[in-house]
T-cell receptor
Framework: ETGVTQTPRHLVMGMTNKKSLKCEQH?????MYWYKQSAKKPLELMFV???????ENNSVPSRFSPECPNSSHLFLHLHTLQPEDSALYLC?????????????FGNGTRLTVT | QQQVKQSPQSLIVQKGGISIINCAYE??????FPWYQQFPGKGPALLIA?????SEKKEGRFTISFNKSAKQFSLHIMDSQPGDSATYFC????????????FGGGTRLMVKP
């Protein structure tokens, strides 16, 4: 049990579909993150939320839309994705954005766009 | 622009040997350098981290060496074990954004029994 739970574990969607990824953390953390892990590329930070406010958005295409309704839940809404968006999407949490307390990652959602 | 470069991409080591993974960074504002370990089907987990006020940090069989002037840091795994087989990521971040990490490309380590 990692303390950070992501659902679903696997998702296959067509380019015209709309789907959402869900992340829940049971650690009492105040910061949550979405990372993208593609083959042969470094982990890419997509979005950061601190106390439910977005503090970072790394030029991510608008077809990815995050939502953080409270400090325990984070969603990534997906629509009209491209095949190159196929990747492992990792959610993480930490006590705060500042400082050096470790990121706690979930096990990811493996997304395949057909 | 890749701000943290990691090498090698893959590494095979015999059991009991030393595994060495290197990283180089470009941004002099970085001041926190963690290493994460990822097993297949799992998310990364923090292994060990260092700040630039020290040149070395050791935790068990894992050691980070840091060279501020060269903007390089490395992970050494002593007495490597098959259970150490995983992908290792170095990362870096700035003082006021410690957890907004920039990751290296990863090294897939295989330790042969």
């Amino acid at each position: 049990e990692t303390g950070v739970t992501q659902t679903p574990r696997h998702l296959v969607m067509g380019m015209t579909n709309k789907k959402s990824l869900k992340c829940e953390q049971h650690l009492g953390h105040n910061a949550m993150y979405w990372y993208k892990q593609s083959a042969k590329k470094p982990l890419e930070l997509m979005f950061v939320y601190s106390l439910e406010e977005r503090v970072e958005n790394n030029s991510v295409p608008s077809r990815f839309s995050p939502e953080c309704p409270n400090s325990s839940h984070l969603f990534l809404h997906l629509h009209t994705l491209q095949p190159e968006d196929s990747a492992l999407y990792l959610c993480a949490s930490s006590p705060a954005v500042v400082g050096d307390s470790p990121l706690h990652f979930g096990n990811g959602t493996r997304l395949t766009v057909t | 622009q890749q701000q943290v470069k990691q090498s090698p991409q893959s590494l095979i080591v015999q059991k009991g040997g030393i595994s060495i993974i290197n990283c180089a960074y470009e941004n002099t504002a970085f001041d926190y350098f963690p290493w994460y370990q990822q097993f297949p089907g799992k998310g990364p987990a923090l292994l060990i981290a260092i700040r630039p006020d020290v040149s070395e940090k050791k935790e068990g069989r894992f050691t980070i060496s840091f060279n501020k002037s060269a903007k390089q840091f490395s992970l050494h795994i002593m007495d490597s074990q098959p259970g150490d087989s995983a992908t290792y990521f170095c990362a870096a971040s700035k003082r006021d954004a410690g957890n907004m990490l920039t990751f290296g490309g990863g090294t897939r380590l295989m330790v042969k029994p």
